[in-house]
């Protein structure tokens, strides 16, 4: 349910309709903004924004979405890390 | 494509398998006895039969398909009374494509369409909008369906409606809630579940509070997830090592979308047009108290129930539900779908009797298209 | 210029003097089919060959637009028929062309359809050589339907069938899926998304000879217009009573066409094309059939998706970039746009 993509705001069409253009791997869409909207509408250029049924419904945050990335390249390391000291304790026993 | 593609790298997602393999054996899940956790959004649904990671998984982890398709628990009464509003000669009827092969008593919006009803299928409540102030000699109805990520589109376009006073818009709302069918769902004894993955977008618009009964009031696990596979995986791990450490608590694995507290326009805007009904029907679950959402008398002029005078405008019309349909019990999760009798025998994608077979979310149709359960049956 | 106004009406097809003027003007000044005769006498070296069979195929078309980037319905009519010809093995050779055309319908616009015509044809090597019209009232049809019937020449040499595929043979698609489906999803409007992305519709005479010059084993080609890639491979399984699997990594996708389908939650194997096919061959052919077809403009974006493989026969599947798999079954009815 609640099909959703993230897109970026490229431009305002409509300033008192609070409508935008977003842009989604170069398919562009008008959508509205007045979810995500505090102060000018200008400055939602170049901002990125969950966008469904034609709404852009909240921002991304970068920060948030660095840290859980962050994280997971993390648990793969760490995953990796396990991994090769297996491998390593097998050789040692022969048992490769 | 940005903060999609990152969270589909396939090494991370090995990583993670990896770890709730590790996590998994630590709890003792196997597939005799295995961990049951249910997403009960049907996005999360297709996202997980789409990369396969029903079949990746540890053995001792099942996810139960819960009641997040808005389409699959669309009562019979209410797709009838989406084609009697069709069927009227002044009226452009407008619907979200997954609405239109969902049966009713006797035919599907498709069928009412080639019978020559004047329906389309747009991708925005905006679009029905642009509709109406094109046909002014026309009543553009929208079938607002959908959880509480989508309540809010529909809210702001009858706001629109009515600051450009656009009298020939209105919306047959059939809106509806997360918390409460949960409520019901966990009520239920024959209930087999330890966690939850949380609905990531109905989350965006409601923040995470409104899940705090499901941890403090009956003891289970919910971690509110993103829909690309790496976040459901993420998401699984995070409520295997809740159940490892003996906790129950809201996390939220989402964090780049979905603030604690929602968001406040949508909150506003729902508020203001909206109210809750008494109860609603849920196709399988029947009435849930609070269930639904119906057009505040304030908008009342936007709302076709009460401008045609249809639906629960008139008092409630009782539709027998499909015979030998076991969608409730499915959607409960108290089977799979490969254990209704009907599953792909009466019921198929091309002859759906249930709603879950209808949808490409519904857990049935997910089931046939990515083979959950035929690989499983060979 | 005998035609008078701007529009097709009911008389252009009332079989008078506007008729004849409709069908010189528009059409034979164009087309320039031998005589003027309803039946096309036709005489090709071709058939000389001892063996040699004749191909015969028949298509008809409508869509909405009749105009859309990168073609319109009339490089559609000839690109198809020439596809259903030459994915059969056959060298494309005639063409006949009908026309049902809804009074109202411009000159200017049939005009556009027919060069079009004209120049398609003459760049696949084959004559248009009769055709028919005929007016209908204002909403009896939309616009203009195209109905093309085609005529091929199979050599001795070939015979191309979906049942001759067996495991272990390859897979190779000749460019981007999905480009037609998702040009005509954002030409028609109602759902307001727009892109670059343009139509793939072309012809695929051409590539054919050179994949089958390089691969002369080549078992069998399907051309993936309705249902796309998924509808053609889950057709040949079935034949061939083999099973296919194809992975999710290799399939070449425009990004565009992958954000629109995010946008509305369509699967871009099941996206219509109009100059895309998909070719097994044996696996010791198959870098040369590849390379052939990446040498033409119209196979540069070639690859090499999957194979025929012993098991699950009947069944095609997806091994995902996570290395899982999924079933990629037949569609049932029209892929809608999916919203929650």
Known sequence: ?96 | MKFASEFRDPKLARALLQAIAEKADAIGATREKPVHIMEICGGHTHSIFRYGLDKLIHEGVEFIHGPGCPVCVLPRARVDECIELAERPEVIFTTFGDAMRVPGSTKSLIQAKADGADIRMVYSPLDALELARRNPDREVVFFGLGFETTTPSTALAIQQAAREGLANFSVFCNHITVPEPIKALLDDPYMMLEGFIGPGHVSMVIGFHPYDFIAQDYGKPIVVAGFEPTDLLQSVLMVLTQIEAGQARVENQYGRVVPEHGNSVSIAAINDVYEKRPSFEWRGLGEIDASGMRIRDAYRAYDAEEKFGIGYAVGRREVPEVEGCACGQVMTGRIKPTQCPQFGKGCTPETALGALMVSSEGACAAYWQYGGARTAAE | MALRGERVTLAHGGGGRAMRDLIEEIFTSVFAPPGMEDQARLMSDALHDPGARLAFTTDGFVVTPMEFPGGNIGKLAICGTVNDLAVGGATPLWLSAAFIIEEGTEFAVLRRIVATMAREAEAAGVRIVTGDTKVVERGACDGVFITTSGIGVIPASRDMAASHVRAGDVAIVNGVLGDHGATILAARGDLALSSAIESDCAALGHLMEAALSAAPEARAARDLTRGGLASALNEIAEEAGCGIVIDEDALPLRAEVVGMCEILGLDPLYLANEGRLVLFVPADQAEAALAAMQALPEGEGAAIIGRAVADHAGQVRMRTAFGGTRIVDMLVGEQLPRIC
């Open chain 1, 1 to 96: 349910m609640c099909l959703g993509i993230p897109g970026q705001i490229v431009e305002i069409s409509d300033e008192a309709r609070m409508m935008a253009v977003a842009e989604v791997s170069g398919v562009r869409r008008a959508v509205n903004v007045a979810c995500i909207a505090d102060g000018p509408l200008d400055r939602l250029i170049g901002e990125w924004a969950l966008i469904h049924v034609g709404f852009a419904m909240a921002r991304i945050d970068e920060d948030e979405a660095a840290q859980t990335l962050a994280a997971l390249h993390e648990l793969g390391e760490t995953q990796e890390a396990l991994e090769q000291m297996a491998a390593g304790d097998a050789a040692l026993e022969g048992r490769v």
